[in-house]
C-alpha cells in the first residue's frame, strides 16, 4: 500500500493519502516559533516552549488519534455543502489530496466539487508567527458563491494548567477584536507580557472567538454550527474556551484564483508598555500593527517563503552526496539532516509521541544531538553547549533535563544519570572539531546557573571526567546511578509500589552496581579529552587522560568481558547483566557498541567476537535489537526495562537509536557490507515498501521499532524527536562515508560496501568547500588522496592556504 511518494528535487515528501497509519507530521519554524502540523493539518503552535508557552490547544490521545489543529472550512453558499480542504475535520472523500512535507513548510491541498484548494502553511524566518496562505480556485465553470472559515482554538499558555484546572480556567480566557484581528488576551490583565493574534487579509464576514457558539452544543469540528449555517455569530470569549475563527465571503469567477492570507503569531511588550492607553486594559498593539500588516501582503509572504527555501538549500547544501544508493542520498542530503535540526531545536519535548509537557531539553539527549547538528548552524551549537554546562552541578553531575524557557534545571528528576556529564565532552569535542572554535573552552560557565561560579568551559570537562572517576564500583567500572543511557535499567531501584517513578525512586545506597557501558563511554570520552588537551599544549593533562582511558579499558578486559561479548552490568548484589550465566538478557547491544567504539577490543579478537554475536543474537531484518533474551517478567533489581512487554521499547525493542553504534563500530572493524546492511535495516525510506507495518513516517527515523518478541515486529514508533537522528547520521556521514572532520583537517576514511564503484561528497568544512570523489580500485578500505592533482600521504586533508575556498580531492580505495 503507497500512502506517497518521495520527491527529492524538491526536497518533499507527498503524501497523497489522507488516512495514513499514523498522522505523519512535520515541523514549521526553526528557531523560536514552532509548529507540528500533520497531513491532515492538525497539530498545535508554541513559542520556545512547549508546555510554558502554548499557542494554540491540541489534545494528545485522543480518537481519532489526530485532533485539533489548523482547519479551515469551505462552504458552498448555493448548495450549503460545507467541506475541509486538509480532509479532516470533516472528512469529505476530496480529489487530488495531497500533503507536501517540506523543509519548514507543509502544503495540503485538494479538489471538492471543482474547488480547487491548497494552504501553504509555514513561520518566515526570523518572525514569531506563522503564515497559512490558501489559495482557492473555481476549477467549474460558472461562479461560485464561498464562504471560508479559519479555526483555531487558544491554549491558555501553561499547557499543563490548561489540560487540568478547568476551574478556574473556565473563567480566566479574554480576547480583543479589532480591525478584524483576534487578539488571545487570557492572563495578560495580570502577569503576562505576551499575547497571541490571528489576523486575516480579507474584510470579514464574521468572525467567532467563544468555542461553544462557534461549535454549537454537543457539536464537534466536523460540524461547527457557524460553518453549517454559514454565519459567524461574533462572538466574544469572556471564560470557557476561546478560539478564533475568521468568516470570509467570495464570489469566484469560473476560472478565478484567490489568496487569502492568515496570520497567527506570538508577540511579548515591555512590562512597562503592555497597555494603550497606559491606563487601559486593552493590549497596546502597536508593536505588532506593522507586522501583521507586513504578513498580510501576498508578497511578503512570497519573499518570506522563499528565504526559506534559500535557507534550507543553504544549510543542506554543507554535506550533499551521490551514491549508488537512492535511500542514503536522500537521507543524508534531505531528511536526517532536517530531523536532526528538529531533535536539536525540539530535543525530545513535543511531537505526536511526546506531549510537549513532560520532558524538556535533556543533558544527554541535547549533547548528542548536536552530533547530527553543529555544522549546520554552529552558533546555535554553540549557544547549547553553553546553556548545557550552566545546569551542570559542581560535583561534576548534570541535571537530567532542563526547562527550554528558563534554562533551569529540572529538579524533579534531578541527577545521578551517570553517564550524563561525559555526554558533555562528546558534544564540546564535536563542536570543536567542525568548527575549530577553541575559545569557547575558556569560556567562563557557571555550575547550576549560579553566579559567581563561572569557570571556563575546559574545567567543566575535567569534572565531567572526574566524575566518573570519583564514582567506581567494587571492579573498578562506573557507578550507574539511576541509569545511564538506557533509562530502564534501574539497578538501585527496586520499584515495588505502581506509580513510583523508576528513575527518581531509590531504595539501595548505590555502592554496587555498576555499568560496562559507562565504562566504554568514559574511555571513548577519556581520550577525545586527551585529544583536546594535547591540542591546546597541555601535555601532563593529557597523558593522564590517556593512562584513565588505558586503565579503564583494562578493567573492561578482565571485568566486563562475558567470553563472546562485553557484559552490560553488575547489579546490586553484584551478579553479572548481560551475560551467559543470565536467564534473560543475556546480551545488551550498549556495551558492544560504546565499547568497540572507544577502541576497546579492535586490536585482538574482543571487538570482532562482540560484533559476530550481535549479529548472531540481536540482528533482525528490521533493525538490532536491544537486548536478548527479552525478559518474560518484572525483575525488581533491573527495573522498568523489564516492566515493558517482550519486544517494546527497552525491553528488547529494536532501539534505532544504538544501532549506529554498531554501524560505526562495524566500520572500525573494517565491516562495510554488514555497516551498511544495518544502515539499511532501520533507514525510513528504505522502509517505506513495507509502510504498512512500520507504519510511521517514511522520511524520519523513529526512536523504536518493535523487536521480534513483539506481536507488531517491525512496526514503529515514537517518530521524530529520537537520538536515533543524530547518531545515524554521523555514522553515515562520517564513518560509513566516512567524511570526518578532525583538529588537523578534513579526514577521509570511508567504509563503503564492496559493491559500490564509488560515490562523491560535496562538503563545506571551515569556509572551504571539498569535492571530494571516491573511486573503486579494490574490495578493501586502504585509502589513496590525490589533492588539486597532487598525491597526498595519509588520509586527512590539511587545511588549505587562506584564500583558497575550493578544494577537489580525489580518493583512491583498494
Ligand atoms: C530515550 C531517551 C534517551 C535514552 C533512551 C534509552 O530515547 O530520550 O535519553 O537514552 O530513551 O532509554
Ligand atoms: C521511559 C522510556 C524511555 C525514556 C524515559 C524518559 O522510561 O521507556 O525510553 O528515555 O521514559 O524519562
Known amino acids: 500500500m503507497s500512502y506517497g511518494h518521495f520527491d527529492d528535487k524538491k526536497r518533499e515528501y507527498i503524501i497523497t493519502k489522507p488516512d495514513t497509519p499514523l498522522p505523519w507530521i512535520n515541523y514549521i519554524g526553526c528557531e523560536e516559533y514552532f509548529g507540528i502540523i500533520s497531513n491532515t493539518a492538525g497539530g498545535y503552535s508554541f513559542y520556545r516552549d512547549a508546555r510554558l508557552r502554548r499557542l494554540t490547544r491540541y489534545r494528545y490521545n485522543n480518537a481519532p488519534f489526530d485532533f485539533g489543529g489548523r482547519y479551515i472550512y469551505i462552504r458552498d453558499n448555493s448548495s450549503r455543502i460545507f467541506w475541509s480542504p486538509s480532509w479532516q475535520p470533516t472528512r469529505h472523500d476530496a480529489e487530488n489530496y495531497s500533503c507536501r512535507q517540506g523543509m519548514g513548510y507543509s502544503i ?172 487601559s486594559q486593552t493590549i497596546n498593539k502597536q508593536t505588532v500593527r506593522p507586522l501583521i500588516k507586513k504578513y498580510l501582503n501576498p508578497i511578503t509572504v512570497r519573499t518570506a517563503f522563499d528565504s526559506l527555501r534559500s535557507y534550507w538549500e543553504k544549510v543542506l547544501g554543507i554535506y550533499q552526496v551521490q551514491t549508488p544508493n537512492k535511500h ?56 547549547r553547549i553553553i546553556d548545557l554546562a550552566s545546569t551542570q552541578l559542581e560535583t561534576g553531575g548534570a541535571y537530567h533535563q532542563y526547562q527550554p524557557l528558563t534554562k533551569r534545571g529540572n529538579n524533579d528528576i534531578g541527577s545521578d544519570f551517570n553517564d550524563d556529564p561525559l555526554w558533555l565532552i562528546i558534544g564540546v569535542a564535536a563542536y570543536l572539531k567542525e568548527t575549530g572554535d577553541w575559545s569557547i573552552l575558556d569560556t567562563p560557565v557557571p555550575y547550576d546557573n549560579k553566579s559567581g561560579s563561572e569557570k571556563p568551559l575546559y574545567e567543566h570537562l575535567e569534572r565531567s571526567l572526574k566524575y566518573t572517576l570519583d564514582r567506581l564500583g567494587p571492579h573498578g567500572l562506573p557507578l550507574i546511578g539511576r541509569a545511564d543511557w538506557n533509562d530502564c535499567l534501574n539497578l538501585n531501584c527496586f520499584s515495588d509500589t505502581p506509580g513510583q517513578s523508576f528513575q527518581t525512586t531509590t531504595n539501595k545506597e548505590g555502592k554496587v552496581a555498576e555499568s560496562v557501558f559507562i565504562a566504554g563511554m568514559f574511555v571513548f570520552a577519556a581520550r577525545e579529552l586527551a585529544d583536546i588537551a594535547e591540542q591546546r599544549g597541555l601535555n601532563t593533562e593529557a ?67 562482540a560484533l559476530d554475536s550481535v549479529y548472531k543474537i540481536l540482528a533482525t531484518p528490521h533493525g538490532i535489537m536491544l537486548h536478548q533474551p527479552a525478559f518474560s517478567q518484572y525483575y525488581l533489581n533491573l527495573g522498568e526495562i523489564s516492566s515493558y512487554p517482550p519486544g517494546y521499547k527497552e525491553n528488547s525493542g529494536i532501539f534505532c537509536h544504538n544501532n549506529p553504534w554498531i554501524i560505526i563500530a562495524e566500520t572500525m572493524a573494517g ?82 560496501p564492496s559493491e559500490w564503484e564509488g560515490f562523491s561528497v560535496n562538503r563545506i568544512f571551515q569556509g572551504v568547500q571539498y569535492n571530494v570523489t571516491v573511486k573503486r580500485e579494490g574490495k578493501g578500505n586502504k585509502i589513496e588522496l590525490i589533492i588539486d592533482g597532487i598525491r597526498h600521504q595519509g588520509n586527512i586533508i590539511p587545511k588549505p592556504p587562506f ?7 580525489q580518493v583512491l580505495l583498494s
Open 108 to 279: 495540503i491541498s485538494s479538489t471538492f466539487k471543482s474547488i480547487r484548494a491548497e494552504t501553504l502553511y509555514f513561520v518566515p524566518l526570523g518572525e514569531n508567527l506563522e503564515i497559512w496562505q490558501l489559495s482557492i480556485t473555481n476549477q467549474s465553470k460558472k461562479t461560485r458563491q464561498l464562504s471560508v472559515f479559519s479555526s483555531i482554538e487558544f491554549c491558555l499558555w501553561d499547557a499543563q494548567d490548561d489540560a487540568t484546572n478547568f476551574q478556574r480556567n473556565f473563567n480566566t480566557g479574554q480576547v480583543e477584536i479589532e480591525d478584524g484581528v483576534i487578539y488571545h488576551k487570557t492572563e495578560y490583565r495580570e502577569r503576562r507580557d505576551h499575547f497571541a493574534y490571528f489576523a486575516c487579509s480579507e474584510k470579514l464576514a464574521g468572525y467567532d472567538t467563544q468555542r461553544d457558539v462557534f461549535l454549537g452544543a454537543y457539536r464537534g469540528w466536523n460540524a461547527p454550527i457557524a460553518v453549517e449555517r454559514g454565519r459567524s455569530f461574533n462572538s466574544v470569549a469572556h471564560g470557557w474556551a476561546p478560539i478564533g475563527s475568521h468568516h470570509v465571503k467570495l464570489n469566484l469567477k469560473a476560472g478565478e484564483t484567490r489568496i487569502i492570507t492568515f496570520v497567527l503569531g506570538y508577540q511579548e511588550n515591555p512590562k512597562d508598555k503592555k497597555f494603550d492607553p497606559p491606563d
Open 543 to 609: 597523558d593522564s587522560y590517556c593512562q584513565a582511558a588505558e586503565q579503564m579499558d583494562n578493567t573492561v578486559r578482565v571485568h566486563g568481558w562475558d567470553g563472546e561479548w562485553f557484559l552490560r552490568a553488575y547489579d546490586d548484589f553484584g551478579n553479572k547483566v548481560g551475560s551467559k550465566e543470565c536467564k534473560e538478557g543475556k546480551i545488551f547491544i550498549e556495551p558492544q557498541g560504546f565499547c568497540v567504539l572507544a577502541g576497546i577490543g579492535l586490536k585482538d579478537e574482543l571487538a570482532k567476537k
Open 328 to 383: 542514503t542520498d536522500r537521507m543524508v542530503n534531505i531528511w536526517n539532516a532536517y530531523q536532526c535540526m528538529a531533535t536539536f531545536n525540539i530535543s525530545r519535548s513535543a511531537s505526536f509521541y511526546e506531549s510537549g509537557i513532560g520532558r524538556g531539553l535533556g543533558f544527554r539527549d541535547s549533547n548528542q544531538d548536536l552530533l547530527g547538528f553543529v555544522h549546520m548552524v554552529p552558533e546555535r551549537a554553540r549557544e
Open 803 to 809: 584564500g583558497v575556498t575550493q578544494v577537489a580531492v
Open 671 to 752: 565491516n562495510g557490507d554488514r555497516a551498511f546492511d544495518y544502515y539499511l535495516r532501520i533507514n525510513p525510506s528504505a522502509r517505506e515498501k513495507i509502510g504498512k507495518l512500520h507504519r510511521c513516517e517514511p522520511y524520519v527515523y523513529a526512536q523504536m521499532i518493535a523487536g521480534k518478541d513483539a506481536p507488531a515486529h517491525g512496526e514503529a514508533k515514537n517518530s521524530w524527536l529520537t537520538g536515533t537522528a543524530a547518531w545515524n547520521y554521523f555514522a553515515i556521514t562520517q564513518y560509513i562515508l566516512g567524511i570526518r572532520p578532525t583538529y588537523k583537517g578534513l579526514m577521509i576514511a570511508p567504509v563503503i
